[in-house]
């Protein structure tokens, strides 16, 4: 059984594809989320203004769903440049500050919208 999960505070997708999945009520798959705000608009030309941003929409589909950011036990994050990894690294840190999730971090050429950064995540209730 599955349900999407739809924020209002986090972008519309610019894809085929929903915000989020619940899955068996326990698991909820969110789409890769990159720094536009809910009105389609980046946050900033940045890393830090779209990692922030990043970190809002996953923090708006988490709650979409009754979810936090303890919830998360994955994440993939994807970089258009790995020598932004640090500052990424720092805010990321700041919303993932209790509960550390399984993570990897890669390099991708080139990501929608021409963003700097994408983040998906795998939480469980």
């Known amino acids: 059984m599955k349900k ?6 986090a972008p519309t997708p610019v894809g ?7 899955a068996s009520g326990n698991f909820l798959f969110i789409s890769g989320q990159i720094g536009l705000n809910a009105d389609g ?12 941003q990043v970190c809002l ?11 936090s950011f303890e919830n ?8 258009v440049n790995m020598d932004d990894f640090g500052i990424m690294n720092e805010i990321y ?9 399984a993570r990897a971090t890669v390099v991708s050429p080139q990501l ?4 700097l950064i994408e ?5 469980v209730l």
């Open 4 to 9: 999407t999960v739809l924020s209002n505070s």
């Open 16 to 22: 085929s594809y929903s915000q989020g999945i619940l």
């Open 41 to 52: 608009i980046f946050a900033g030309d940045d890393i830090v203004s779209q990692t922030e």
């Open 57 to 67: 929409n996953i923090k708006s589909i988490l709650e979409a769903a009754g979810m």
């Open 72 to 79: 998360v036990v994955k994440t993939n994050v994807f970089l």
């Open 93 to 101: 840190s700041k919303f993932f500050n209790v509960s550390k999730p």
């Open 112 to 115: 929608p919208k021409g963003a």
């Open 119 to 123: 983040i998906e995540a795998i939480a």
